[in-house]
């Protein structure tokens, strides 16, 4: 097959540079799991995510008692491309994939997934399966712990769920950042916040424009009126109000998704939007709650490459020791950092360059030092 051949290019183009103790290896498609391949590829070279799920792993299996589920497959898998003997290669991503299919129908069928749907069911059913964990340790522990007594020294009840002080694992400590959503009455001028946490940031896109004006555009104030009121707990009624989305705590590995498929109301079906959104290398954050600027550095980014949303393929760009690398299921090229803007999208409708950002990764500079 051609793709050892691109492997051991890789190599000859890292050649004295090939990072010490890194692995790069492509992932084998099994009919449209690119969605899987790229965001797979994306979470790898994110270093904290990486470490911390190969040290779960290695913990863990001493203990011998790990079942089968999403989040050992993944880390078998990680740790498997991490511990080859040869620097690149191709893996067979298969007891992973077979396992997405199983505990997910949408992922079942052969069709074009969505590679931001795909990511965010993961990350949430491995905090799903880190709470049980933590949940059934804590069961077996005996005498309940003092945050489980009640006032009165009852045990919290387990079963129903009410006994939530939120588990933070170390899935929210890399991904998860906080929304305060802030609405402020245009009567009594009272204003209520509500928190929200996030995996990542959706945004919607326009044409020629960049992340920065997107991410404003988000935190921008919105006027609920007419049909749109809302309920004052103060006036006791319906009031028209201010209201406006701010980060409140930034993660540490920011995840932001372009809303590039848009359902078009008058077509009746989803389009793709391949405007052109600038992403930079370098990010700072500054719709923050205190207003302190956060930076980013950007690692990695999933590129859905087509027309439309149903049809279409998708690779991952990612950055490692210095380096930036393409993935595309099986192959591994290392690429030139200006070739990165190609993905920005086009200035165009109609253009024959159909390849591009569609979520993009970026790691706290700040977090790092
Ligand atoms: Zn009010």
Redesign the pocket.
Known sequence: MVMGASGSKLEKALGDQFPEGERYFGLENFGNTCYCNSVLQALYFCIPFREQLLEYYANNKKQGDLEENLLTCLADLFTQISSQKKKTGVIAPKRFVQRVKKENELFRGYMHQDAHEFLIFLLNELVDILERESKAAEGSLGPPTPSEMLNNGQVWPQANGVHKEALVTWVHKSFQGILTNETR?L????VTAREETFFDLSLDIEQNSSITSCLKNFSSTETLNAEDKFF?D??CSL?EAQKRMKIKKPPSILVIHLKRFKYMEQLGRYKKLSYRVVFPMELKLNNTVDATDMEYSLFAVVVHVGIGPNHGHYISLVKSHDHWLFFDDENAEMIDESTVQTFFGSAQEFTSNTDHGYILFYESISARR
């Open positions: 009455c009567r009594c001028e009272t004052c103060k006036c009031q």
